[in-house]
């Protein structure tokens, strides 16, 4: 069985920094694109970030290029997301993800197949 499991969520400052992992199984990263999703009180799920192992391709959403960055490590069967210059509205539940195709798929509101339970990122002003 495919299995997500996030960690890293908690309460920072804006300005301030944190740092996901997601630890995958039960699936070759090769054949699947990786990433995280997020979903704040009173608003859609939006794709974050996503990448695929296959060609080292990855997908930013607008709202956090240039602050968050993604990485994998294959051998350690986990994917990272590093933020930086967080802001409040980063407040949200992040989620680990994944599906079959392209890192773009994470640019689609329903492009994930595969959803991990959310860790909660709390950016406070």
């Known amino acids: 069985d495919v299995q997500l499991q996030a960690f890293g969520g908690g309460l920072v400052q804006a300005g301030g920094s944190l740092r996901l992992s997601c630890a995958f199984s039960g699936f070759t990263f090769d054949d699947y694109v990786i990433g995280w999703f997020r979903q704040a009180p009173g608003r859609e799920r939006e794709g974050v970030t996503c990448i695929a192992n296959s060609d080292g391709m990855t997908y930013y959403s607008d709202s956090i290029k240039g602050r968050l960055t993604i990485s994998s490590d294959s051998a350690e069967n986990t994917v990272y997301l590093q933020m930086n210059s967080l802001k409040p509205e980063d407040t949200a539940v992040y989620y680990c993800?994944?599906?079959?195709?392209?890192?773009?798929?994470?640019?689609?509101?329903?492009?994930?197949?595969?959803w991990g339970k959310g860790t909660l990122v709390t950016v406070s002003s």
């Open positions: 993800v994944a599906t079959q195709g392209t890192a773009e798929r994470c640019g689609l509101y329903n492009g994930m197949d595969y």
